[in-house]
């Protein structure tokens, strides 16, 4: 590569390309900790906000219109990750670290392996968020504890690691090294599948039935209002792991269902107990 890259979080310009909720919630978090940060979004009244609010020190319409820079992240839905990938890669000769953070990894880490040589790429997943999007619910803060999958290549290089962990230090939460197929597996399970199943019981409620509405049934449907825009892609590029993970609740399911409808209650007690348990278990690794 012609151009050397520097070694530290605090030397590089960092590109977010998408300032949502996501990605602008990450330009918050990086404010101060890196040497200039730039923001790309299609939206003109996003780029207005951004500026106006001093989310990024500049931004863009198009990736193609912006300065040189030392680490792209991909802060978009990960359909249009996709598509910015093979974008890129015509597009910028520059070197550059090229990081994203979609929801899924199988689909984006194969396509990174198709980036030119000047592209040091490594996948990224943050666990955190929120069911409103855009610029007007960012916070740093989202950051904040939260479990960040990283993802390498077998080309990602041992400076794109250590890039990807300082930025991740730097935000506030912890780093998880996973392969691809493990993330994507445990993701369907613990985010997917909630979702989908938020929105099983939402849909299965009639509204003559809600005026006595509580927390609990609030806690368990919030997952229903994410936006398709982010989830339609994420149910798409994880389709045979969801779906595993629905077979596994559905077999749950019908053995609650047998106990309660041939009332054998003590077998219904000892799964309800078996599943108070398991929650302690998972809670405490987790």
């Not at 001093?54 to 300065?67: H, K, L, N, Y």
């Not at 269902?257 to 107990?273: C, F, M, W």
Request: a negative charge; proline letters at 4%.
């Amino acid at each position: 590569m012609s151009r050397q890259l520097p070694l530290s979080l605090s030397n590089c310009r960092v590109l977010i390309v998408g300032l949502g909720l996501m990605g602008a919630s990450l330009a918050l978090a990086l404010r101060g900790k890196c040497k200039a940060l730039y923001g790309v979004d299609q939206d003109e009244d996003t780029c207005r906000l951004a500026l106006m609010h001093e989310v990024v020190d500049a931004v863009w319409q198009d990736a193609t219109q912006t300065r040189t820079v030392d680490l792209i992240v991909l802060a978009v839905p990960v359909g249009q990750i996709l598509r910015l990938l093979e974008r890129i890669n015509q597009t910028i000769q520059t070197p550059a670290v090229v990081m994203d953070i979609g929801s899924t990894k199988t689909a984006i880490c194969k396509a990174m392996e198709g980036l030119a040589a000047n592209f040091d790429p490594i996948g990224g997943h943050p666990m955190c968020g929120k069911e409103t999007l855009g610029i007007q619910s960012a916070e740093a803060a989202i950051y904040q504890g939260a479990p960040f999958a990283l993802v390498p290549l077998e080309r990602t290089s041992p400076y794109a690691k250590s890039l990807a962990e300082q930025l991740v230090t730097a935000i506030g939460s912890h780093i998880v090294w996973l392969d691809a197929e493990t993330h994507d597996r445990m993701v369907a399970a613990v985010s997917h599948l909630p979702y989908l199943l938020a929105s099983a019981l939402t849909l299965g409620t009639p509204l003559e039935l809600t005026s006595l509405i509580g927390p609990g049934f609030r806690s368990s449907t919030r997952l229903a209002a994410t936006p398709t825009t982010m989830m339609l892609d994420v149910l798409k590029t994880n389709r045979a792991f969801i779906l595993e993970a629905i077979e596994r609740v559905e077999e749950q399911l019908t053995q609650l269902k047998t106990s309660l409808a041939n009332e054998e209650y003590d077998d219904l007690n000892r799964q309800l107990n078996t599943a108070a348990e398991h929650l302690q278990k998972i809670l405490q690794k987790g």
